[in-house]
């Protein structure tokens, strides 16, 4: 059993930054996948950003260039930097996890959301004004 708690959410003017976390707690090893999911109302959930065990890191278009997702497996933390905030990425975002599985170096294009994921956490709110 994993839980997964986030952190780091609020309210910023476009432009601005926010850095996401994300702590994980319970059994933790061999090949996983976290990932930074978001969703606005009314809208499509969206996987913004993954990461898995081995380091390889995937973005959706939306993202790619303002985010950034790294982990700290000693603090079995996950991260979500995220500069140049626009108001359309206002969002709850969740951290999501799943083991068994490696996100393909020799594919391209958004791969976070393609995955079933069993464990995710309770969300957190980012909101950007413009």
């Known amino acids: 059993q994993v839980q997964l708690v986030e952190s780091g959410g609020g309210s910023v003017q476009a432009g601005g930054s926010l850095r996401l976390s994300c702590a994980a707690s319970g059994y933790i090893s061999g090949n996983y996948i976290m990932s930074w999911f978001r969703q606005a109302p009314g809208k499509e959930r969206e996987g913004a950003a993954c990461v898995d065990s081995d380091g390889t890191t995937n973005y959706a278009e939306s993202v790619k260039g303002r985010f950034t997702i790294s982990k700290d497996s000693a603090k079995n933390t996950l991260y979500l930097q995220m500069n140049s905030l626009k108001p359309e990425d206002t969002a709850m975002y969740y951290c999501?996890?799943?083991?068994?599985?490696?996100?393909?170096?020799?594919?391209?294009?958004?791969?976070?959301?393609?995955?079933?994921?069993?464990?995710w956490g309770q969300g957190t709110q980012v909101t950007v004004s413009s």
């Open positions: 999501a996890f799943r083991t068994a599985a490696l996100i393909p170096k020799t594919m391209s294009g958004a791969l976070c959301h393609i995955y079933e994921y069993s464990y």
